[in-house]
């Protein structure tokens, strides 16, 4: 089974900040890795698909990048409705396996 | 307005059964796969089982596969999650979600529904 790592588990920024999360798989997953945003008592939000397609109506702020085993989620400038929990997720047409996530806090 | 409306959740004894509904509201349901993700309390987002659009294709998470059954009913744009042999560990949040087929990810998801399994 393919495993998904996230680093840091907790992310301390301020609004402004330029923040990057890494996401690493066990083995290549090529390009077939998604990321989604949750917040408390809310259902999750697709991102980023592919490792850096963005979806639709996502803010530019957000970008994705990597391939293989390493992958990074960037968001440029921190805004106040960005702190949440982050997930990546490896894909593909037989199974799906997220990180296990990484929080976004206000420093 | 695409809308998933999860129901079915509730408080089950160690090896019991429930079934989970997602009602779909929207699209055009049977053009789309779907599948399930569950949420532990204070957890991690975990997959459970993915469906193709016609309910032909079905995959399962190793930690569900022999235990939960995932069907859809395109005449009546409902998916289902039949769970048996429940244990404590399957408590969690249950979403409904679906599958875009430009992204293969799911870019909808409902509210969630919560199912408890406890004596």
């Known amino acids: 089974d393919i495993q998904m790592t996230q680093s840091p588990s907790t992310l301390s920024a301020s609004v402004g900040d330029r923040v990057t999360i890494t996401c690493r798989a066990s083995q290549s997953i090529s390009s077939w890795l998604a990321w989604y945003q949750q917040k408390p008592g809310k259902a999750p939000k697709l991102l980023i698909y592919k490792a850096s397609s963005l979806e639709s109506g996502v803010p530019s702020r957000f970008s994705g990048s990597g391939s293989g085993t390493e992958f990074t989620l960037t968001i440029s400038s921190l805004q106040p409705d960005d702190f949440a929990t982050y997930y990546c997720q490896q894909y593909n047409s037989y199974s799906r396996r997220f990180g296990q996530g990484t929080k976004v806090e206000i420093k | 307005e695409v809308q998933l409306l999860e129901s079915g959740g509730g408080l089950v004894q160690p090896g019991g059964s429930l079934r989970l509904s997602c009602a779909a509201s929207?699209?055009?349901?049977?053009?789309?796969?779907m599948g399930w993700v569950r949420q532990a309390p204070g957890k991690g987002l975990e997959w459970v089982s993915s469906?193709?659009?016609?309910?032909?294709?079905?995959y399962y998470a190793d930690s569900v596969e022999g235990r939960f059954t995932l069907s859809r009913d395109n005449s009546k744009n409902t998916l289902y999650l039949q769970m048996n042999s429940l244990r404590t560990e399957d408590t969690a949040i249950y979403y409904c979600?679906?599958?875009?087929?430009?992204?293969?990810?799911?870019?909808?998801w409902g509210q969630g529904t919560l199912v408890t399994v406890s004596s």
């Open positions: 469906t193709s659009d016609s309910g032909g294709i079905t």
């Open positions: 979600a679906r599958i875009d087929y430009s992204s293969s990810n799911f870019d909808y």
């Open positions: 929207g699209f055009t349901f049977s053009s789309y796969a």
